[in-house]
């Protein structure tokens, strides 16, 4: 059984910056598709960032490219999620979330964490 863990959500200004972390607990990432989704109030849920944690591959949603990358930490089974020059239109929940395949949809999502709120003042 693998649970996920995630932390780093909080309030931030206009152009600030925030981590988030998502730790594997019950197994480790090996294997897996590692990635960020998140939802704002009335609207999809959407990919972020993901990562195949043996290769280290990774790929970001073209809305985040350039503020957001997305790494792992081996020995923390954790992935992290740096978001720079944030937007008021970031501010969602954003969830950890784990698969097996390319590319990693919400249909095809095997694990979700709870969620950690982002939310951005402009």
């Not at 996920?4 to 090996?30: M, N």
């Not at 939802?39 to 195949?52: D, N, Y």
């Not at 081996?74 to 590319?103: F, H, I, R, W």
Request: hydrophobic letters at 35%; aromatic letters at 10%.
């Amino acid at each position: 059984q693998l649970e996920l863990v995630e932390s780093g959500g909080g309030l931030v200004r206009d152009g600030g910056s925030l981590r988030l972390s998502c730790a594997a607990s019950g197994r480790p990432f090996i294997s897996y598709i590692v990635g960020w989704f998140r939802q704002a109030p009335g609207k999809e849920r959407e990919f972020v960032a993901a990562i195949s944690w043996n290769e280290g591959i990774t790929a970001h949603a073209d809305s985040v490219k350039g503020r957001c990358t997305i790494s792992r930490d081996n020995a923390k089974s954790t992935v992290y999620l740096q978001m720079d020059s944030l937007k008021p239109e970031d501010t969602a929940v954003y969830y950890c979330a784990v698969g097996t395949s390319l590319p990693l949809r919400p249909s095809r999502v095997d694990y979700w964490g709870k969620g950690t709120l982002v939310t951005v003042s402009s």
